[in-house]
């Protein structure tokens, strides 16, 4: 006998249904509690799918959130259903699944995926066969659910379709599926893509055996009418390229036919462009795809619409609404180092990659276009330009304002590929772009903004008032600009524009400083945070030039105003807090007058923040205990979640700014302070950020201030030697570095606890050049104030050590380091003998090294050479390269 619900039984489940939509949240409670009363009984199960299949009187959603409970109840229960309730839903499932309703069909649909996914495709032998069969229908309802429920199968269980436990069913699916990409309806066509896309990426044997086939099926529907056909089409060429990308190269030339078809079109391509081969595919197909892309770049209407583009009013009075604010996240202090030619690696981000459609959606057509622009620009470098170069005058000089903007792009897009060949053009094409800068449109003086700081290192290169004078000037005017776009524009890419030029900014400080305090009086919330960076950046790229007394009396009461008026509370702190931890590092001494209150400040931020984190981890085991939570956390819960650990990081981080910029100076102010016991704290912090941060501080206080609880302080740097995280690792390590230099003999007793590690770093293959350079600083220090105790390992790292070291600028940590690696060779000369030549290498990478190091590299190089004998140094500088000879020759004479 087939089950049939009792009539009681059922109105009781339906009112429990009907209840369930109510927003009462006493209700919400009761139908919960109910439900789980009701899950005692298995036939209850069986309600649930009755009304989903077989009661067609309900409305929609009360049948659908039948199946939806029923879902949940599998996903929880279904080991201990009964098998005569199993099979009652199993065989309701396959006999509805073309229900007229959508919504029904995809419920069904979900919940025979649910089925099978708790291990049931291979105890339902009949539902895959059945499914495939189901497609033939000629009930549109039967072969769209059935479809539907197969989609899901494959995303849930691909691997599975694909095995031996199944006997491979895909052998039967995937040619099944592929005669359906012409069938006559879009949402059939578009589920049979999509099915087969779930195995691409897999290269499932049964899809290579019809690779030829599924591709030319794939071109034919490029140009679909249907939206979601189109997106499946790309979605599965974007895959097939890191798949099959020799299958797709012949058939490229007819994907071009439809390149501007879509945004989806356009990512294909973007991906094309990224891959190893793409010279090769796409050298033939530049004539067509250029002027298509560059097409692309323009503004649609709705864009313009959006963007209000053609309302040119100014709008820097309106506040601005919340929501358009991104949240920020603070970028952990990184200790690096100087290197050959420029800074250490990690430099600002002044979101210079992207132009600058922030309020429209996230991605679009013309920044799809603009991004495989700049990546083929990088890919052809020059040899894209005879085909732009053509196309660009016309659009930069043209009349129509979008199109003159859409040029400005290209132009910005193109710069970092093709920089060499543009420079040519350069002084012709930048007085044009500064003069957009004054243009009518507040989108076209946005972008020309942006583009004008892709070219900045070439302006920098200039004489000073050829390029930098006038753009500067301009661009200054901009960031007072009335359109807050534009301000915003203009903010980063003057932004951009202070880390190339660095001190020949110097002359014009006092005009940038009266501009940017000026900004100050009048932005609103959003650009404010974006002025910080700019004067943060100003700061680090001027450095002590900014410590005059009048540039101080300009630029500190706005920004202590600021200070004074945010709470402890307001997001808005980090970026005022990382501001002003770059402006006390150029102050110097100019920044006393300011220090105390900011000081105490970050302390109490750091303490306030250890106190919250202490508090929400003991209602976290109270509640886990499953105890009375206490009362204050119950009646105001919001006040004890766990808090932002940034608010501490960022404070942090300024405090290491003060410990750089005052030195000597912070030493009365971490004496009056408990600094040292809430940084032991923090460095056992479970958030690596927090310890990242804590290292760089320590580093600082110990150069500026030594600190006294030494022994704590060592414990904890050594258990965060790991590199599994590298920041961390690596502002440890140079914290070491600095202690040692403090601690001199002193750190004898300490060197076991971390030297073993560090060998192991400067050992490890793929470690960042970064934390390369600190480790091998770092053992050298130790080898200077300990060279007994460091000395017998010297052959386990010189070899790294040296080639780590080879392109550090002269400075006073590699001077320290190498003067421990010569004491170090002193004890233990047999352990550099292997790799003597790296050494020699080493050496010969110093410009000026001071008189008594030059005279250590001496002894040790003519030592060498007595050694071996005349005859066996000939021989062994046979080795060097050229240079390396005549360097060693002239400066050591050896």
């Given at each position: 006998m087939e089950w049939q619900p009792d009539e009681q039984g059922l109105q009781q489940v339906l009112q429990l249904l009907k209840d369930s939509q109510s927003p009462d949240t006493a209700t919400q409670r009761a139908v919960q509690e109910k439900l789980e009363q009701l899950n005692q009984f298995p036939d209850f199960n069986n309600y649930l799918i009755f009304v989903l299949t077989s009661l067609k009187s309900e409305d929609e959603p009360t049948r659908s959130l039948s199946g939806l409970i029923l879902k949940n109840n599998v996903k929880a229960h279904y080991q201990n259903f009964p098998p005569l309730v199993a099979d009652f839903i199993k065989r309701e499932c396959l006999n509805n699944i073309g229900d007229p309703s959508p919504l029904i069909r995809a419920t069904i649909g979900i919940l025979i995926t649910t089925i099978a996914s708790k291990g049931e495709l291979q105890t339902w032998p009949e539902l895959l066969p059945q499914l495939c069969n189901l497609l033939n229908s000629e009930d549109y309802n039967t072969c769209e659910g059935s479809f539907g429920a197969l989609q899901k199968i494959c995303e849930d269980s691909s691997e599975l379709l694909d095995s031996d436990a199944l006997n491979r069913p895909l052998n039967i699916m995937i040619p099944k599926f592929l005669q359906f990409f012409k069938h006559c309806s879009p949402k059939i066509r578009s589920h049979a893509i999509a099915c087969v896309n779930q195995f691409i990426s897999s290269r499932a044997q049964a899809l290579m055996d019809h690779i030829d086939t599924f591709i030319e099926s794939l071109f034919a529907l490029a140009g679909d009418e249907d939206c979601e056909v189109r997106k499946n089409v790309c979605r599965a060429l974007v895959m097939l390229l890191e798949v099959r990308i020799d299958r797709l190269i012949p058939h490229s030339t007819y994907m071009l036919q439809h390149e501007n078809v879509s945004l989806e079109a356009c990512e294909f391509w973007l991906t094309l462009a990224e891959q190893p081969v793409c010279k090769e595919a796409l050298s033939g197909h530049l004539v067509q795809l250029i002027p298509i892309l560059v097409n692309g770049m323009k503004y649609s209407e709705i864009d313009i619409i959006l963007l209000k583009g053609d309302v040119e009013e100014e709008d820097d009075t309106v506040p601005d609404s919340e929501q358009d604010i991104k949240p920020r996240f603070h970028k952990s202090r990184t200790v690096t180092l100087q290197h050959e030619g420029g800074e250490g690696e990690e430099g600002e981000d002044h979101d210079d990659d992207d132009d600058d459609d922030d309020t429209l959606s996230d991605w679009n057509l013309r920044k799809c276009s603009a991004a495989a622009l700049d990546v083929l620009a990088n890919v052809f470098r020059d040899e894209l330009l005879p085909h732009l170069l053509p196309l660009l005058k016309g659009l930069l000089f043209h009349p129509d304002w979008v199109v003159k903007e859409s040029g400005i792009l290209v132009l910005g897009a193109i710069a970092e590929g093709c920089m060499q060949g543009m420079v040519p053009y350069l002084p012709e094409l930048m007085p044009h772009l500064i003069q957009c800068l004054c243009d009518k449109k507040a989108l076209v003086r946005s972008i020309a903004c942006w583009t004008l700081s892709r070219y900045a290192h070439w302006v920098v290169s200039q004489p000073p008032d050829s390029h930098l004078k006038p753009l500067m000037t301009e661009l200054l005017k901009r960031i007072l600009d009335?359109?807050?776009?534009?301000?915003?524009?203009?903010?980063?890419?003057?932004?951009?524009?202070?880390?190339?030029?660095?001190?020949?900014?110097?002359?014009?400080?006092?005009?940038?400083?009266?501009?940017?305090?000026?900004?100050?009086?009048?932005?609103?919330?959003?650009?404010?945070?974006?002025?910080?960076?700019?004067?943060?950046?100003?700061?680090?790229?001027?450095?002590?030039?900014?410590?005059?007394?009048?540039?101080?009396?300009?630029?500190?009461?706005?920004?202590?105003?600021?200070?004074?008026?945010?709470?402890?509370?307001?997001?808005?702190?980090?970026?005022?807090?990382?501001?002003?931890?770059?402006?006390?590092?150029?102050?110097?001494?100019?920044?006393?007058?300011?220090?105390?209150?900011?000081?105490?400040?970050?302390?109490?931020?750091?303490?306030?923040?250890?106190?919250?984190?202490m508090l929400s981890l003991l209602v976290f085991d109270l509640n886990s205990l499953s105890l009375t939570s206490p009362q204050m956390y119950s009646q105001q819960p919001d006040q004890y979640e766990a808090p932002d650990k940034d608010f501490m990081i960022v404070a942090l981080d300024l405090l290491s700014g003060l410990a750089e910029g005052l030195g000597g100076h912070v030493d009365q102010l971490v004496s009056r302070s408990n600094i040292m016991t809430l940084l032991f704290q923090c460095m056992q912090d479970t958030?690596?950020?927090?310890?990242?941060?804590?290292?760089?501080?320590?580093?600082?206080?110990?150069?500026?201030?030594?600190?006294?609880?030494?022994?704590?302080?060592?414990?904890?740097?050594?258990?965060?030697?790991?590199?599994?995280?590298?920041?961390?690792?690596?502002?440890?390590?140079?914290?070491?570095?600095?202690?040692?230099?403090?601690?001199?003999?002193e750190m004898q007793p300490y060197v076991s606890l971390v030297l073993n590690q560090l060998v192991e770093i400067i050992n490890r293959p793929n470690t960042p050049k970064t934390l390369l350079e600190n480790t091998a600083i770092t053992i050298g220090r130790l080898g200077y104030v300990c060279p007994q105790e460091v000395a017998p390992m010297l052959q386990q790292f010189i070899r790294p050590w040296c080639t780590s070291l080879r392109n550090?600028?002269?400075?006073?940590?590699?001077?320290?380091?190498?003067?421990?690696?010569?004491?170090?060779?002193?004890?233990?000369?047999?352990?550099?003998?292997?790799?003597?030549?790296?050494?020699?290498?080493?050496?010969?990478?110093?410009?000026?090294?001071?008189d008594d190091l030059r005279d250590m590299f001496y002894k040790i190089l003519h030592g060498f050479k007595d050694q071996v004998g005349e005859e066996n140094w000939q021989q062994f500088s046979e080795q060097f390269p050229p240079q390396l000879k005549e360097r060693l020759s002239a400066c050591y004479g050896v």
């Amino acid at each position: 006998m087939e089950w049939q619900p009792d009539e009681q039984g059922l109105q009781q489940v339906l009112q429990l249904l009907k209840d369930s939509q109510s927003p009462d949240t006493a209700t919400q409670r009761a139908v919960q509690e109910k439900l789980e009363q009701l899950n005692q009984f298995p036939d209850f199960n069986n309600y649930l799918i009755f009304v989903l299949t077989s009661l067609k009187s309900e409305d929609e959603p009360t049948r659908s959130l039948s199946g939806l409970i029923l879902k949940n109840n599998v996903k929880a229960h279904y080991q201990n259903f009964p098998p005569l309730v199993a099979d009652f839903i199993k065989r309701e499932c396959l006999n509805n699944i073309g229900d007229p309703s959508p919504l029904i069909r995809a419920t069904i649909g979900i919940l025979i995926t649910t089925i099978a996914s708790k291990g049931e495709l291979q105890t339902w032998p009949e539902l895959l066969p059945q499914l495939c069969n189901l497609l033939n229908s000629e009930d549109y309802n039967t072969c769209e659910g059935s479809f539907g429920a197969l989609q899901k199968i494959c995303e849930d269980s691909s691997e599975l379709l694909d095995s031996d436990a199944l006997n491979r069913p895909l052998n039967i699916m995937i040619p099944k599926f592929l005669q359906f990409f012409k069938h006559c309806s879009p949402k059939i066509r578009s589920h049979a893509i999509a099915c087969v896309n779930q195995f691409i990426s897999s290269r499932a044997q049964a899809l290579m055996d019809h690779i030829d086939t599924f591709i030319e099926s794939l071109f034919a529907l490029a140009g679909d009418e249907d939206c979601e056909v189109r997106k499946n089409v790309c979605r599965a060429l974007v895959m097939l390229l890191e798949v099959r990308i020799d299958r797709l190269i012949p058939h490229s030339t007819y994907m071009l036919q439809h390149e501007n078809v879509s945004l989806e079109a356009c990512e294909f391509w973007l991906t094309l462009a990224e891959q190893p081969v793409c010279k090769e595919a796409l050298s033939g197909h530049l004539v067509q795809l250029i002027p298509i892309l560059v097409n692309g770049m323009k503004y649609s209407e709705i864009d313009i619409i959006l963007l209000k583009g053609d309302v040119e009013e100014e709008d820097d009075t309106v506040p601005d609404s919340e929501q358009d604010i991104k949240p920020r996240f603070h970028k952990s202090r990184t200790v690096t180092l100087q290197h050959e030619g420029g800074e250490g690696e990690e430099g600002e981000d002044h979101d210079d990659d992207d132009d600058d459609d922030d309020t429209l959606s996230d991605w679009n057509l013309r920044k799809c276009s603009a991004a495989a622009l700049d990546v083929l620009a990088n890919v052809f470098r020059d040899e894209l330009l005879p085909h732009l170069l053509p196309l660009l005058k016309g659009l930069l000089f043209h009349p129509d304002w979008v199109v003159k903007e859409s040029g400005i792009l290209v132009l910005g897009a193109i710069a970092e590929g093709c920089m060499q060949g543009m420079v040519p053009y350069l002084p012709e094409l930048m007085p044009h772009l500064i003069q957009c800068l004054c243009d009518k449109k507040a989108l076209v003086r946005s972008i020309a903004c942006w583009t004008l700081s892709r070219y900045a290192h070439w302006v920098v290169s200039q004489p000073p008032d050829s390029h930098l004078k006038p753009l500067m000037t301009e661009l200054l005017k901009r960031i007072l600009d009335g359109n807050k776009r534009v301000q915003e524009a203009a903010c980063s890419a003057f932004a951009t524009l202070e880390e190339e030029a660095c001190t020949e900014l110097v002359p014009y400080l006092s005009f940038i400083l009266d501009t940017l305090v000026f900004a100050f009086g009048k932005y609103q919330h959003k650009n404010l945070l974006i002025l910080y960076d700019a004067i943060g950046t100003l700061a680090d790229s001027v450095g002590h030039h900014l410590n005059q007394p009048e540039y101080i009396e300009k630029l500190m009461p706005p920004l202590i105003a600021k200070w004074n008026e945010l709470k402890d509370e307001d997001k808005d702190l980090f970026p005022l807090l990382e501001c002003l931890s770059s402006v006390a590092t150029a102050l110097q001494s100019g920044f006393l007058p300011y220090c105390e209150p900011v000081y105490q400040r970050c302390v109490t931020l750091v303490q306030k923040t250890l106190a919250q984190a202490m508090l929400s981890l003991l209602v976290f085991d109270l509640n886990s205990l499953s105890l009375t939570s206490p009362q204050m956390y119950s009646q105001q819960p919001d006040q004890y979640e766990a808090p932002d650990k940034d608010f501490m990081i960022v404070a942090l981080d300024l405090l290491s700014g003060l410990a750089e910029g005052l030195g000597g100076h912070v030493d009365q102010l971490v004496s009056r302070s408990n600094i040292m016991t809430l940084l032991f704290q923090c460095m056992q912090d479970t958030m690596p950020e927090v310890r990242q941060s804590s290292f760089a501080l320590l580093g600082d206080l110990t150069k500026a201030c030594f600190p006294h609880s030494i022994i704590l302080l060592m414990l904890s740097i050594g258990t965060n030697l790991n590199p599994e995280f590298i920041s961390v690792c690596n502002n440890a390590t140079w914290a070491i570095g600095e202690i040692c230099m403090q601690m001199g003999v002193e750190m004898q007793p300490y060197v076991s606890l971390v030297l073993n590690q560090l060998v192991e770093i400067i050992n490890r293959p793929n470690t960042p050049k970064t934390l390369l350079e600190n480790t091998a600083i770092t053992i050298g220090r130790l080898g200077y104030v300990c060279p007994q105790e460091v000395a017998p390992m010297l052959q386990q790292f010189i070899r790294p050590w040296c080639t780590s070291l080879r392109n550090i600028r002269d400075n006073e940590e590699k001077d320290s380091a190498f003067r421990g690696i010569c004491m170090m060779i002193g004890v233990n000369p047999g352990g550099v003998v292997q790799d003597f030549i790296f050494f020699c290498d080493a050496v010969a990478s110093w410009v000026s090294p001071k008189d008594d190091l030059r005279d250590m590299f001496y002894k040790i190089l003519h030592g060498f050479k007595d050694q071996v004998g005349e005859e066996n140094w000939q021989q062994f500088s046979e080795q060097f390269p050229p240079q390396l000879k005549e360097r060693l020759s002239a400066c050591y004479g050896v």
